[in-house]
């Protein structure tokens, strides 16, 4: 270690290098009066980057020679206070990840290039000289500088680019004129506040098509409402909540009383959800709630909208700030509360690209460190939230139905060997979807799979469209008239011949349009509407079909996963779900629970007034445990057997697990790789490694993608290992040869 005289500022670059940056305090500073937390331009190489002051020492490894010096420091405050901060190394060291990198996500595009922390503005000002001109009668023969020099020099403190173009348009010219003179100065200061403005799709009227919210009217409590109301609230520091209750049982109001609090108490709230579009009904109640700016952070934001947001958020002007995933980051002045919404969701985790943390663990943690409650919302929550809860970790908080509601919904399998389907639909759900429409109920078809068909198929020869690119067949969609890769996105015109021996085609299987097109036949007169990623391209689009649906206009709905989140619709009476076998033989360790959730979210959609919904659940296993439990015991009871199968075989909650995944384009270096890390991590005491094995869809978009996976009982031997092993494996000279990343607690271990 060298001392260095005033010491060493480390500092985060945007780089995946995992270690900080020296750099000597720029001339003119001292290291002592860098705050962590705020940005600062260096040299690096030729080049120069915005980097993060994460810490300041007294010595560096580097040589004196070596060591270089900062330019200039960006802000006077910093960005990220002390709390945040160190959630963000919690979170580069956690799932060991580059804290640069770590930190260039959490941060909008235009503050990692080093724009001003708060938005500013031109500003003209006159001068003294200026003043004594124009109070001398000057400039004589110019009017637009003399109208000009005459406003700026009534207005002490100058005027902003803004008033300037309102006052006199074309005021540009005259200014340079005036400064030319040394009559005027122009400057920057801060701009005005602007409050985010709500984005256009998102929240900007009811679903029911009236146009305008009506003035929120705040519902009575529940007793049970009530009583976790102040559980949150009557919380002295941190304490986790896992608020459970199916759809409709108020979870968002004991929300809203939550925020209500922490605002009342002069502090700042966090509320995630798992995807803006799809929550629109509870942005919007927020919206009508509370009178006052909320600063919305979601990955349809343009980079503007996204700043602006931001900023609101950490001047301590939008004191909510809701958000996906990534705003679990965002600054939220004076922290006093943090609710994830639908806690169970899998788009918690980033899964691709980037640091593969989890939003929902990373939230605990953040109000663990500012010490303040965090609620864990969900119908359904996931294993390890029920785990915390058995552990007196977690306390549960739990709404039944409310009285006025209808009762829980009857459950049903259709046993598709006694009832084969035609056209993908069993007898009884016919008969049942008739029945409903007939008494003037709204019937729910659900299937996990948009397109028309999953695979095209010649019958004459065997041939199927393959995906050049994927070990996967091409989807039919047949109203585009193209086969679509689901996994790459690549596509081409749909064929009439088969390629290979020109005899007709035929699509196989069934797909949100193939449903969709089969009802409208069996059922002509009666409106459909469906709900997937098809017919949803713009954030509208959900809204127009909730529309249609809650306004009673729609009798059928067809949809995928997004018609299991965040919307109630009381008028369904049915619930058909359609394709329930996929997830049971799965060989994902989370298949079960994961199929279990969308069940018991998808059946939650339905049942009104005091009438029981009825859900079908078309099955070619009838008698399979999983099924079976679920009807039986509901989600709790299935809950406790599948945590009890996986404290037998330690996984997750009870063991803990990373994944290394690779890949290539060719498939040897990716194995090569692997092989060579699984050499790297030697005899490692308490973890075992698995693999490599190819992927479960080994070839994507032309690369070749295989994994290793390590298992420990404990979490730190784990954490130890994994230290230790990606140094290694940075070092190691396969891994030039691939793409790599280590992603801790994986959702899906294939
Ligand atoms: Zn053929
Ligand atoms: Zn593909």
């Given at each position: 270690?060298?001392?260095?005289?005033?010491?060493?500022?480390?500092?985060?670059?945007?780089?995946?290098?995992?270690?900080?940056?020296?750099?000597?305090?720029?001339?003119?500073?001292?290291?002592?009066?860098?705050?962590?937390?705020?940005?600062?331009?260096?040299?690096?190489?030729?080049?120069?980057?915005?980097?993060?002051?994460?810490?300041?020492?007294?010595?560096?490894?580097?040589?004196?020679?070596?060591?270089?010096?900062?330019?200039?420091?960006?802000?006077?405050?910093?960005?990220?206070?002390?709390?945040?901060?160190?959630?963000?190394?919690?979170?580069?060291?956690?799932?060991?990840?580059?804290?640069?990198?770590?930190?260039?996500?959490?941060?909008?595009?235009?503050?990692?290039?080093?724009?001003?922390?708060?938005?500013?503005?031109?500003?003209?000002?006159?001068?003294?000289?200026?003043?004594?001109?124009?109070?001398?009668?000057?400039?004589?023969?110019?009017?637009?500088?003399?109208?000009?020099?005459?406003?700026?020099?009534?207005?002490?403190?100058?005027?902003?680019?803004?008033?300037?173009?309102?006052?006199?348009?074309?005021?540009?010219?005259?200014?340079?004129?005036?400064?030319?003179?040394?009559?005027?100065?122009?400057?920057?200061?801060?701009?005005?506040?602007?409050?985010?403005?709500?984005?256009?799709?998102?929240?900007?009227?009811?679903?029911?098509?009236?146009?305008?919210?009506?003035?929120?009217?705040?519902?009575?409590?529940?007793?049970?409402?009530?009583?976790?109301?102040?559980?949150?609230?009557?919380?002295?520091?941190?304490?986790?909540?896992?608020?459970?209750?199916?759809t409709?049982?108020?979870?968002?109001?004991?929300?809203?009383?939550?925020?209500?609090?922490?605002?009342?108490?002069?502090?700042?709230?966090?509320?995630?959800?798992?995807?803006?579009?799809?929550?629109?009904?509870?942005?919007?109640?927020?919206?009508?709630?509370?009178?006052?700016?909320?600063?919305?952070?979601?990955?349809?934001?343009?980079?503007?909208?996204?700043?602006?947001?931001?900023?609101?958020?950490?001047?301590?002007?939008?004191?909510?700030?809701?958000?996906?995933?990534?705003?679990?980051?965002?600054?939220?002045?004076?922290?006093?509360?943090?609710?994830?919404?639908?806690?169970?969701?899998?788009?918690?985790?980033?899964?691709?690209?980037?640091?593969?943390?989890?939003?929902?663990?990373?939230?605990?943690?953040?109000?663990?460190?500012?010490?303040?409650?965090?609620?864990?919302?969900?119908a359904t929550?996931?294993?390890?939230?029920?785990?915390?809860?058995?552990?007196?970790?977690?306390?549960?908080?739990?709404?039944?139905?409310?009285?006025?509601?209808?009762?829980?919904p009857?459950l049903?399998?259709?046993?598709?060997?006694?009832?084969?389907?035609?056209?993908?639909?069993?007898?009884?759900?016919?008969?049942?979807?008739?029945?409903?429409?007939?008494?003037?109920?709204?019937?729910l078809v659900y299937i996990n799979?948009?397109?028309?068909?999953?695979?095209?198929?010649?019958?004459?020869?065997?041939?199927?469209?393959?995906?050049?690119?994927?070990?996967?067949?091409?989807?039919?969609?047949?109203?585009?008239?193209?086969?679509?890769?689901?996994?790459?996105?690549?596509?081409?015109?749909?064929?009439?011949?088969?390629?290979?021996?020109?005899?007709?085609?035929?699509?196989?299987?069934?797909?949100?349009?193939?449903?969709?097109?089969?009802?409208?036949?069996?059922?002509?007169?009666?409106?459909?509407?469906?709900?997937?990623?098809?017919?949803?391209?713009?954030?509208?689009?959900?809204?127009?079909?909730?529309?249609?649906?809650?306004?009673?206009?729609?009798?059928?709905l067809?949809g995928t996963q997004m018609v299991t989140k965040?919307h109630?619709f009381?008028?369904v009476?049915l619930v058909a779900v359609l394709?329930a076998?996929?997830?049971?033989?799965?060989?994902?360790?989370?298949?079960?629970?994961?199929l279990a959730q969308t069940i018991v979210q998808v059946a939650g959609r339905a049942?009104?007034?005091?009438?029981?919904g009825?859900v079908l659940i078309?099955?070619?296993?009838?008698?399979?445990?999983?099924?079976?439990?679920?009807?039986?015991?509901?989600?709790?009871?299935?809950?406790?057997?599948?945590?009890?199968?996986?404290?037998?075989?330690?996984?997750?909650?009870?063991?803990?697990?990373?994944?290394?995944?690779?890949?290539?384009?060719?498939?040897?270096?990716?194995?090569?790789?692997?092989?060579?890390?699984?050499?790297?991590?030697?005899?490692?005491?308490?973890?075992?490694?698995?693999?490599?094995?190819?992927?479960?869809?080994?070839?994507?978009?032309?690369?070749?993608?295989?994994?290793?996976?390590?298992?420990?009982?404990?979490?730190?031997?784990?954490?130890?290992?994994?230290?230790?092993?990606?140094?290694?494996?940075?070092?190691?000279?396969?891994?030039?040869?691939?793409?790599?990343?280590?992603?801790?607690?994986?959702?899906?271990?294939?």
């Open positions: 270690m060298n001392a260095t005289r005033g010491g060493v500022l480390r500092v985060a670059l945007d780089r995946p290098l995992r270690a900080a940056y020296d750099y000597l305090a720029p001339p003119g500073r001292d290291v002592a009066s860098i705050p962590p937390g705020v940005r600062i331009r260096v040299p690096v190489g030729r080049a120069r980057a915005v980097g993060v002051v994460v810490g300041r020492a007294s010595a560096s490894e580097l040589p004196a020679a070596r060591l270089r010096a900062a330019e200039a420091v960006l802000d006077e405050a910093p960005l990220f206070d002390a709390a945040s901060l160190a959630l963000l190394e919690w979170t580069a060291g956690y799932y060991h990840h580059p804290l640069g990198e770590v930190i260039a996500a959490a941060l909008p595009k235009a503050l990692r290039g080093g724009a001003p922390l708060e938005a500013r503005t031109e500003c003209l000002h006159a001068t003294a000289e200026g003043v004594a001109a124009q109070a001398a009668g000057e400039p004589r023969r110019a009017a637009q500088q003399r109208a000009l020099l005459e406003r700026l020099a009534s207005a002490t403190g100058g005027l902003d680019a803004a008033a300037l173009a309102a006052a006199q348009p074309n005021w540009r010219g005259a200014a340079r004129a005036l400064v030319a003179r040394g009559w005027a100065r122009l400057d920057t200061r801060v701009a005005p506040p602007t409050a985010t403005p709500a984005p256009a799709a998102l929240g900007a009227g009811p679903p029911d098509g009236s146009g305008a919210w009506a003035p929120e009217t705040i519902p009575a409590l529940t007793p049970e409402q009530s009583a976790a109301v102040t559980a949150i609230t009557g919380a002295a520091g941190y304490a986790a909540c896992v608020l459970q209750g199916a409709g049982s108020g979870k968002t109001e004991v929300y809203l009383r939550a925020v209500a609090h922490a605002l009342a108490s002069g502090r700042g709230a966090l509320v995630l959800v798992p995807e803006i579009g799809l929550t629109p009904q509870l942005l919007a109640r927020f919206r009508a709630r509370f009178a006052q700016p909320i600063a919305v952070l979601h990955s349809g934001l343009t980079d503007t909208e996204r700043l602006a947001a931001w900023r609101d958020a950490h001047a301590g002007r939008a004191a909510i700030v809701i958000g996906t995933r990534s705003a679990v980051f965002a600054p939220v002045r004076n922290l006093g509360l943090i609710v994830v919404d639908e806690e169970h969701d899998a788009s918690y985790k980033q899964q691709e690209g980037g640091c593969r943390y989890s939003a929902r663990d990373l939230a605990v943690l953040r109000a663990r460190h500012a010490d303040v409650p965090v609620v864990l919302g969900s929550p996931c294993f390890e939230t029920l785990h915390n809860v058995d552990g007196g970790r977690y306390r549960r908080l739990l709404l039944p139905r409310r009285a006025d509601q209808a009762a829980a009857q049903a399998l259709i046993d598709l060997r006694a009832h084969p389907p035609r056209d993908g639909l069993a007898a009884p759900v016919l008969r049942a979807i008739e029945r409903h429409l007939a008494t003037g109920g709204q019937a799979r948009r397109g028309y068909a999953p695979t095209l198929l010649c019958t004459a020869c065997g041939w199927i469209a393959p995906c050049q690119a994927c070990d996967a067949r091409l989807t039919v969609h047949q109203g585009a008239g193209r086969l679509r890769c689901h996994y790459c996105g690549a596509e081409e015109p749909l064929p009439a011949r088969c390629p290979r021996c020109g005899y007709t085609v035929k699509p196989v299987g069934q797909g949100t349009e193939r449903i969709e097109q089969a009802l409208a036949e069996l059922f002509p007169g009666e409106r459909l509407v469906r709900l997937d990623r098809d017919t949803a391209r713009r954030p509208g689009d959900i809204e127009q079909v909730m529309r249609a649906v809650l306004s009673g206009e729609a009798r059928i067809v965040g109630h009381p008028g009476t394709n076998d996929q997830g049971l033989f799965s060989t994902d360790f989370r298949a079960a629970e994961r049942g009104r007034d005091a009438r029981a009825e078309q099955t070619e296993y009838p008698e399979h445990p999983l099924l079976a439990s679920l009807l039986r015991e509901g989600y709790e009871g299935f809950a406790a057997a599948g945590l009890a199968e996986r404290a037998a075989a330690h996984w997750p909650p009870f063991g803990r697990l990373a994944v290394l995944r690779a890949s290539a384009t060719a498939s040897g270096a990716v194995f090569d790789f692997l092989q060579a890390a699984r050499r790297a991590a030697g005899a490692s005491e308490g973890v075992r490694l698995l693999g490599p094995v190819a992927a479960a869809l080994a070839r994507r978009a032309g690369r070749h993608h295989a994994q290793l996976l390590v298992e420990s009982h404990e979490r730190a031997p784990l954490q130890r290992f994994l230290k230790g092993w990606v140094a290694a494996l940075d070092a190691l000279p396969a891994a030039r040869r691939v793409r790599w990343a280590l992603d801790v607690d994986p959702l899906e271990t294939q």
